[in-house]
């Protein structure tokens, strides 16, 4: 969710893409974050119709047959060594892998409902531009896993 990244954003997330092999074929696909009236950012108050239409365009960029990894606090965690299983296990199947990152206030529930996972990446509240970051590098090291590379240690 969202563009206009920070540029420490957009260069951490560049250099992780950069390392990884032509193969994992990574697409960067954002969606605009929903718009949210002031009124809705009082103490409390959740911007629901925002959440809403944010769950609409990111289900419109999915197709039947992709793998949807909803990322969320409430999801499953796993280690580096489970990331990496389940990277190899992704690309053995053939199917497109969509990992997706909800907004400031999350996913919409039509996403959760479509997810094939869901993971936790931490119990921890995390900025969206962050967890795109962390991911990225995630993913990388759970390549450099399966590989035998020496990133990991």
Not at 24 to 45: A, D, F, I, M, W
Not at 69 to 76: D, I
């Amino acid at each position: 969710m969202g563009g206009k990244m920070p540029g420490w954003v957009q260069t951490g997330y560049q250099e992780y893409a950069r390392r990884l092999p032509k193969e994992l074929n990574l697409e960067l696909v954002e969606v605009p974050l929903g718009y949210r009236p002031k009124t809705q950012r009082r103490k409390g108050e959740a911007p629901d119709r925002a959440v809403e239409l944010e769950g609409k365009a990111i289900l419109k960029a999915l197709t039947r047959d992709d793998h949807v990894v909803a990322l969320a606090v409430e999801g499953s965690v796993w280690s580096t060594e489970q990331l990496a299983k389940n990277l190899r296990s992704w690309q053995v199947s053939g199917n497109n892998i969509c990992l997706l990152i909800g907004g400031p206030d999350g996913l919409d529930k039509t996403c959760m409902a479509r997810a094939n996972q869901s993971w936790s990446l931490s119990a921890l509240t995390l900025p969206h531009p962050l967890v795109r970051v962390l991911l990225i590098e995630q993913l990388y090291r759970a390549w450099s896993i399966n590989a035998g590379h020496p990133y990991h240690r």
